[in-house]
């Protein structure tokens, strides 16, 4: 028995060493601390993090119930490059290591982190054995032009519509899962962006984001403006085969803000199977307290219904249906509870399934760019919920920062 666990180790290390060879292929800028890396025109950031996750899931058999382990290693760099004052070039990447059952056994979980949906395929698997799993990818990889009044950027982006701090409806080119706790960053779009900024809080916007199939694409304008102290945005274009329209605003009432996002999707065509138009309304109001806690409360409307079913490999969320209930309540606290530790708390209660979303976290600066986060996810759901399998986790995460 020894003897097995002794090569067993010995066969992790070897990976593991073999790994990081790999990742410093892929990044060669791991931490970023030469001149090599860095000069007056280059700027040079991001991060190296190792965490533990352990999760319970409750799967249809031959899954079944069980307890799950993983060990994440993710490293991100973010490259800046200025060509000229006007033009700069920006190359962001994500490379993670994977290691734990999760990636053998759980169906579609290696699928689900490697897919890349963009209009070019940019996902690549370096390791794919076994238990393990290591996989590059650039989720910002784009060109910009940034000149007087006008601004343009050209390849992966990200196009920021949405208003709110929880979920995000007018976000019809890249929209971002809350329950997606690893992905600070938020993800991309292959896009063409124009802005003109026309004064002050006034600009227009338009961007395309064509898909491999021509129908899946995604095209949009956006006019912004202030009235009488409160930012107002309209949407309109065209989202995968379907109209799509609506509004943000954000603004100041009582010592309060006030914040929210609407948008109607309709079918352009009318087909056998056509989808129901759908119209989604979500209000927020955010609040800082004396004590310096600050409170983000959410009520959200989504007349589609929800998803079917919520699933451990992530949450596959549209802006034309970005909720798993018709209703959701949701309430976020964060408090700096320590000039060194700030905690949070997260919960989303869906009245039509019965069901609440629980995730604390706190995050401890354990020194100089160095922070220890410790953070939960918990579904409290009976059986016929869509968070019937969701599962339970809790990860430990320590972060470089360069």
């Not at 938020?186 to 916007?205: H, K, N, W």
């Amino acid at each position: 028995m020894t003897s097995i666990m002794h090569a067993d180790c010995v066969k992790f290390l070897k990976f593991l060493l073999s790994a990081l060879l790999k990742i410093l292929l892929v990044s060669p800028c791991l931490f970023a601390a030469t001149e090599a890396c860095a000069g007056d025109d280059l700027e040079v950031g991001g991060y190296l993090q190792v965490s533990a996750l352990g999760a319970s899931v409750d799967m249809p058999e031959p899954i079944g119930s069980d307890h799950w382990k993983e060990l994440r290693l993710q490293h991100r760099l973010n490259l800046r490059w200025h060509a000229t004052p006007e033009l700069s070039f920006h190359w962001q990447m994500r490379t993670r290591l994977f290691a734990g059952k999760f990636v053998r056994k759980l169906p579609g979980y290696a699928e689900t982190l490697t897919r890349d949906e963009g209009l070019i395929n940019l996902s690549w698997t370096v390791i794919d054995e076994g238990d393990f799993l290591l996989h590059y990818i650039p989720d910002r990889l784009y060109v910009e032009s940034d000149r007087s009044d006008w601004n343009v950027r050209v390849g992966r982006q990200r196009i920021n519509w949405g208003v709110n701090m929880i979920t995000n409806p007018n976000d019809i080119f890249n929209i971002y899962s809350i329950y997606d706790f690893d992905y600070p960053e938020r993800p991309g779009t292959d896009a063409l962006r124009v802005q003109r900024f026309m004064g002050f809080g006034s600009r227009i916007e338009l961007a395309a984001s064509p898909a491999r199939d021509l129908k899946d694409s995604v095209a949009a304008a956006l006019y912004s403006f202030d009235l009488r102290g409160y930012d107002l945005q309209l949407i309109g274009g065209y989202y995968r085969e379907r109209f799509a329209g609506g509004a943000g605003w954000a603004g100041g009432l009582g010592g309060a803000g006030i914040k929210g996002e609407a948008m109607f999707f309709s079918d352009l065509k009318s087909k056998q199977e056509s989808r129901r138009a759908n119209f989604i309304l979500a209000g927020s109001v955010e609040y800082m307290f004396a004590n310096n806690l600050f409170l983000t409360g959410e009520l959200l409307y989504n007349r589609q219904g929800g998803q079917d079913r919520f699933h451990p490999t992530g949450a596959e969320l549209s802006p034309d249906n970005p909720s798993f209930s018709r209703y959701q309540a949701a309430v976020q606290l964060a408090y700096l509870i320590h000039p060194l530790l700030d905690g949070s708390l997260t919960t989303i209660y869906y009245p039509d399934q019965k069901a609440v979303f629980v995730s604390p976290s706190l995050i401890w600066s354990a020194g100089k760019n160095l922070d220890l986060t410790v953070l939960g996810q918990l579904f409290l759901a009976g059986q016929d919920s869509v968070f019937e399998s969701a599962g339970n986790l809790v990860t430990v995460a320590l972060k470089y920062n360069f």
